[in-house]
């Protein structure tokens, strides 16, 4: 089984987050990379009333010089739906993770039903399983105290004291680089997102990445030949 890292950047609002740039890459668990993708909505990015309100909107013009340098591909919604969902299929990814992956979920449910007019509700294909690595860096790090003393030394903290878990500092953290800084952009996120996932996975081999847990299944009806049965017996 391998991996996919995926990361979204948005515009829109936070409520309603749709998908402008989608980035992702397939690697297994020893880190090698087996295929990336930096992928532009042509649906949205082409808007200018949408983009308009994206966030980073001032990395517009870095987007079209990256297209015309062929680092990124410009694509309808459609043809970047199939090309997570080939890359999947071809690599046996079943886990997709992203850094608060309830936000990306979200994006690409959303962006998925505004293009299709709600004729197709969900972007990632069935039975992949989201992992979240916001949630795996709390469980692995909210009880670490030199993370603790490492977001309090450089002002990491959440106005009660506590630490915080971005991409970046926890980043910062386990690449001992204190100078990053994210680039939000999403290939460019993906990539230290790996980086976050693996060092958990290797922190913790058995951690519980699930972005949701799945629901207990309701207690089946007894068949008509186990009444008769459990009558019989009675």
Known sequence: MN???????????LDDPLAYDVGFEVFNRDGNTIETASLT??????????????????KIP???????????????????K????????RNNCQIVAAHNAMFDNRALNLTQRYITTS??????????????????????????????RFCEY??????????RFTAEIVYKYISG???????????????IEKDIF???????????????????????KMEPWEIELQELLA
């Open 41 to 58: 909505n042509k649906d949205l990015f082409l808007d200018k009333d949408f983009m308009s309100t994206a966030y980073y909107a001032e």
């Open 119 to 148: 004729q197709h509700r969900y972007f990632l294909p069935y039975g992949v399983t989201w992992w979240d690595t916001l949630k795996m860096a709390r469980e692995v790090l909210g009880k670490d105290e030199t993370y603790a």
């Open 154 to 163: 450089f002002g990491y903290t959440t106005a009660k004291g506590k630490p």
């Open 198 to 220: 693996l060092y958990c996975l290797d922190r913790v081999p058995d951690i519980d990445g699930r972005l949701w847990k799945p629901k207990p299944e309701p207690p089946r």
């Open 177 to 191: 680089d204190i100078d990053f800084e994210e680039r939000h952009t999403g290939l460019e996120d993906v990539k």
């Open 82 to 89: 199939w090309r997570v969902f080939d890359a999947c299929k």
């Open 3 to 13: 991996y996919m890292m995926i990361d979204t950047e948005t515009t829109n609002s």
């Open 62 to 80: 870095n987007y079209w010089k990256e297209i015309w340098a062929k680092e990124r591909e410009l694509l309808t919604w459609r043809e970047i």
